[in-house]
């Protein structure tokens, strides 16, 4: 019985120690997902400057501009795609969620898609689907670092679509729903075709006199193309990010409330089994003390 209890007594301990883990990481993932949501309702006003001055320059330079740098390509060709994942596991279905998601949307597009993935767990998950990979990014772990991360995948792509090995790319993650849920997205961000110039030169300036642009019209362009990628690939990475944290946090609260289960039924047979062990030596005493002092032992008395 001895070993019995102090058995039950590690487990309770190990569970107790377990869940105070998962209660830290539960407060952290909250905290996270604060810091990344809020850094996507900062891009809303930056990005709606960038989408003016865009409007602005369509409506300036000439018909099929943007275009002029990539007469050799074709919307055909190779397409690259940048998939966010997660480096660490406790996420639940979040890698297999984006990383399915991407590799039946590539499927369906015509052209050889080359991926860049964006987290050691989807890395894996694209790898065994057969997906071909020329890169991997670490999962960035605060905003701060999103930055570079950003900057890291705007430099890659720009030197293969330099090189012609892909006219189109692609971006896919997990966007932050209701309460711990999410969704897989998508967004081509190349080429920037007729319909998305149209869409911005049709965007009304905000005030009565009407905007100029500075210098070159196509260099002016070409920097608010840049802003716009970054802006695109950054709010990406964030809302992923912050539904990686909302599915490590439901998965932490799920094993909270498994550990107090769990640590409820060993406290229950624990106190049961020293309750147990109480019985048993009190009706040792008892059956010692009526051996002392029953007829039999009167008896040798007189």
Not at 74 to 98: C, K
Not at 150 to 165: L, P, T
Not at 212 to 222: A, C, I, N, Q, S
Request: one cysteine or more.
């Amino acid at each position: 019985m001895s070993d019995t209890t102090a058995n039950l007594r590690r487990k309770i301990r190990s569970a107790g120690d377990l869940q105070s883990v998962v209660r830290t990481m539960k407060a952290l993932a909250a905290s996270s997902i604060g810091q990344y949501e809020k850094s996507v309702r900062a891009l809303a006003d930056y990005y709606r400057t960038v989408e003016l001055g865009l409007g602005a320059c369509v409506r300036e330079v000439e018909p099929g501009a943007l275009r002029a740098e990539r007469k050799g390509q074709s919307d055909v060709g190779a397409i690259g795609a940048v998939v966010f994942g997660s480096d660490q596991g406790l996420v639940g279905q979040f890698n297999d969620v984006v990383a399915d998601y991407a590799i039946k949307t590539l499927a369906a597009l015509p052209g050889k898609p080359q991926v860049w993935a964006v987290g050691e767990r989807v890395h894996a998950r694209l790898a065994d689907a057969g997906l071909p990979l020329i890169g991997l990014f670490t999962v960035p772990n605060s905003v701060k670092a999103i930055t570079p991360l950003v900057g890291q995948i705007q430099i890659e792509s720009e030197a293969h679509r330099a090189k012609a090995e892909h006219a189109r790319l692609y971006v896919f993650h997990n966007r932050p729903q209701s309460g711990a849920l999410y969704e897989p997205v998508s967004q081509r961000l190349l080429p920037l075709d007729a319909q998305w110039q149209e869409g911005l030169a049709k965007i009304p300036w905000p005030t009565k006199s009407s905007p100029e642009v500075m210098g070159r019209g196509t260099r002016t362009l070409g920097a608010l193309i840049r802003e716009y990628l970054f802006i695109s690939l950054f709010r990406a990475c964030a809302e992923s990010l912050s539904s990686e944290n909302a599915s490590r946090l439901a998965a932490m609260e799920r094993a909270d409330r498994n550990i107090d289960e769990l640590l409820e039924d060993l406290n229950s047979n624990f106190h049961r089994l020293r309750q147990s062990g109480i019985d048993e030596e009190l009706f040792d005493v008892i059956s010692g003390f009526e051996a002392l002092t029953g007829p039999g032992r009167h008896a040798q008395r007189r």
